[in-house]
Every structure is written in C-alpha cells, then in structure tokens.
C-alpha cells in the first residue's frame, strides 16, 4: 500500500505541476459553466430542475475530463522509458495501476471540487437539499471513476496517448451508448444492454438526489473490471 | 550470487538470446560486450526483472526470476539504456522517491539521497529539474537512481553513454569503489572503459555467448602468441624486412610512426626476443624499446564477433 501512495503522490504532483493539468481544469470549467448557463439557467425551472441538469451537464464533462485525465497514466510512461523504473522495483503491477489511478482519481476530485459554485449558487438562491448536491457529486465521482479506469486501462495498451484516447473514448461510447441496443434486442439480452449502460440508467437517479446501492455497485464494478484488464497488461508486457 | 542456465527469450519468432549460461560470483565486476541488437540489454532487463525469459532458468542469491521478481528487485539497482528520469521533478526529489519506491524507510531516505548525490557529484543539483539538467548530469542521476537504495547487485546499460572524459574517470573510480562490496553487471560500447574496469567480460553475438572469461584469457584464446611491441628510429622498411624474414614471426605492422619513433608491433612468441633484436641489430637499425604487449580488446572483439558473423 506504501507503493500506491508514493506513485499517487508523485503522479498527483505531476498533474499540479505541468500545463497538461491546469488546462483540463480551465477547458472543462469552461464548458461545464458555459453550458450550464446556457442551458441549466435558460427559462423558467425549479432550482431542484436546475440542479438535475447541473448534474446531467456535468456528467458528460466529468467521463470527457476523466478520459483526458487517464491517457497520460501509463503510456507515457511507456513513451519515455520511466515504466522500467516501475518494473525494476518491488513494485507489483497491481501496486502500479492502483497508484496511477488514485492519482487520477484525486485530481478528478479537484476539478469536480472546483465545480461546487455551481450548485453553491442554486443552494443559495433556490430550495434545495444539502443531500440532493451530495449525491450529485457521489455520482459524477462514480461515473468518473468508472470512466477514468476504463481510460486507465486505454493507456496501459498503447505507448502513444493518442491512441490511448482514442481506445478509451471508443470503450466509454460503447458503453454509453449500449441502451441503444435493447431496442433492437429481446429479453433477456436487452435487459443486459440496459443495465450496462454507463450513464442511461444508473447515473439518473444521482442526478436526481437518489442513491441506490446497485448503481453504486455497477460503478465500482466496472472500475474493478477496468483495473483488473489494466493490470493483466502490464502482467503480459513482461512476457514479451 | 547470479546463475544463467539456458536462458532464452524470443520476441515473436526472433530470439534475442539463445542458451545462455554464465555464473557470476558476488563482488565481481562484470562487461557485457556485443554489436548493437546482440542481446546485451535483453540479458540485462531479464536480470534486471524487467522482463520475464521465454524460457530457461535464472537464479540470483539463490531466488528465482519467474518465481520470486518482488523479492529479487529488492535487492538490485537497474539503469537501462535510457535513463527512467522524470523531468518534472527536482533531482533531490526524484532520488528520494526512487529510494522509496525501493523500500527505504522515509525517515532514511534523505540521507540515502546525500550519500548518492556525493557519490555522483550531484550535491549542487539538488534542488534542480531534471529537464534543465545536461546529458552528463542526467546520465550521472540515472546512475545515481540505481545506487540510491544501496543495492547488493548494480546493473548497468551503458553508464557512460554521453559523459565527458572527466566525468568517465570519474566513473571508473566510482566502480572501482563499489567493487567487492556490489557486485556489477556493465553493458558498455567503450571497450577501453571495459577493460579498465571489469574482472571478467561477455561477449554476446546474435544472442549468444562467443566468449567469456578475462581479457587474458581471452587474448590467449584468439592467439595465444600475443605481441611484441618495438620503437624504432623511422625509416622502418628495412626493420620490417629484417623482423618478417625470422623464422617463427606470424605478422608484422606499423602501429605509428610519431615524433621520430615508429612502434611496430610483432606477432610472435615473447622467447623469440632475443632473435628480434640480433635481426634488428644485424639491419642497423636504432631500437628504443621492446615490450610485450596483449592483444587489444577491441582487436579480440572484432576477432570473436567477426568469426561467428561468418
């Protein structure tokens, strides 16, 4: 465990000290406030509908940013050669992943920390609970979580960050989008494609101040998997 | 303290290295030798617990690589071809995270840190980043992350790529420091630096070993007549016609002729002395010295990874 917090600390102040990190947070802030004024603010809604689409908004950012986040995580490690640094230490691979994504994981906290004035300003001016915003951000943590294993996992198979996006963006869309699926599939095959949509059904309940234990097992679920997969490449590059 | 039995690693269908067996004793300072893509880092890396081998067996302090990689890397320090720097961090910080990464208490590390930096001459880099440093310093602190953790075994890709001449003699004394008390595996282009610096060399040619022992041992192998050196007063016609006229005399070639001084050098047996100099006498020529000498390392290299290109 002292292996984790050393690469999460180091790779944590990696991301606070290069441009890379600074300009996530600004490009995401910026979106995800423009569009809520655009959008979240425009005509005449209750606060709790407010912050229902702060939430829904946000989420999109939250997977957009939690992708970006992760491309860097092991494949540049890969690209300039530091990955033998890891792999020549009594580091286990797990020990690896973990770290990288715990390093991830907290300045995703940030950015989402840094978001709070939003619904700061609903909570002010509008009828909303504490517990309502709290289970927002459990599950914008979650889905980012989940998002950001899986990107994790698009980095640990290629050297190149790029790529490594492109991997990550492609599994988070099939995700997303897998609902779509159990229009054009019957029982119990469509049930499946429902439950393991990333966002369709297990993120609305969140955004409207609810918390279930299966969406919250479902998230943790898929980053698990994620992690696992990430872990059995770094096994497997060994071998080769 | 390290144990190679038949150890293999293929990349796809390309083997990099083929049965390879070598024992090396703890204190020893070794040289890996070879062309470029001989296998020299694939050895190293597979040593290093880097890689994992295709196939084969190899044990160190007793500890197999396939079977016990966590606790083995405890005990060494790898430098590859490139050094793993991290160019955002500071060089005092870097080394401290490379020693607690590998398991030296925080409260300790600080000083480990010191002792390397001291080691490395990189106290008054301390506080720097790693990007504005040199290629010379960089490669210092890549050695440096390799001595940190005061590893028993230190396995070293190229430690000279890209330092100066002063800081090559630096480095040379610093092995020499560690000898004995780490043992050293060194993979290296600079064959004089090998020779100054190694108990005993490997050579690896198309991932397999041509030839290992002691530069002695193996000039005797290429030869075993060694040479004999002299310096004569130019012009060195009439010395070479004398010298290749003796019976016994396998070749004869100018080395240089420098300064008024020609040294020649002689292939033949160091008993035919007395013979080389009555020749030389006998064709009035001036001598200012005779001298054994070995074969040259680079000279036993070409020798023995030219023989099995062919």
Known sequence: ?240 | MIQVQALTKYYGDHAAIRNLDFNIERGEVIGFLGLNGAGKTTTLKILGCVLLPTSGQVTIDGLNVVENPHEIRKRIGFLPDVPPLYEEMTVGGYLSFVAQLRGVAASAARERVLVAEEQMALRETDAEVISSLSHGFRQRLGVAQALVHNPALLILDEPNSGLDPAQIVEMRALMRNLRGAHTILISSHILSEISQTCDRLLIIQDGEIVAQGTEGELAQRMGGTGFIEVDVRPPTQSAVNALKAIAGVESVGVESERDGVATIRIRAPAELRPKITRALVAADVDVYRMDRAAEKLESIFLKLTRKEAA
């Open chain 1, 1 to 240: 465990m002292k292996s984790v917090v050393l690469i999460a600390r180091r790779e944590l102040a990696a991301y606070l000290s290069t441009l890379s990190g600074y300009v996530i947070i600004a490009v995401v802030l910026a979106i995800d406030a423009l569009m809520f004024n655009a959008i979240g603010l425009a005509g005449s809604k209750r606060s709790a509908e407010v912050l229902n689409q702060f939430f829904y908004l946000s989420s999109g950012m939250t997977i957009t940013a939690a992708v970006l986040i992760s491309m860097r995580l092991l494949a540049e490690e890969r690209q300039s050669g530091t990955i033998s640094l890891l792999y020549s230490s009594p580091v286990r691979d797990g020990e690896i992943v973990l770290g990288k994504f715990f390093s991830g994981l907290a300045f995703l906290a940030i950015l989402l920390a840094l978001t709070a004035f939003m619904p700061a300003l609903i909570f002010v001016n509008g009828k909303v609970s504490f517990g309502h915003i709290a289970s927002g951000y459990l599950g914008l943590l979650l889905i980012g979580s989940a998002a950001l294993a899986i990107g994790t996992f698009g980095s640990a198979l290629s050297k190149s960050q790029i790529v490594a996006v492109i991997i990550s963006g492609c599994m988070v869309v099939a995700l997303l989008t897998c609902w779509m699926l159990a229009h054009v599939t019957e029982r119990p095959l469509s049930d499946v494609f429902t439950a393991m949509a990333l966002h369709n059904q297990h993120f609305q309940p969140f955004q409207a101040g609810l918390v279930h234990l299966r969406d919250i097992v479902y998230y943790l679920a898929i980053t698990y998997v994620a992690l696992f997969a990430a872990t059995r490449v770094l096994e497997a590059r060994r071998w080769r």
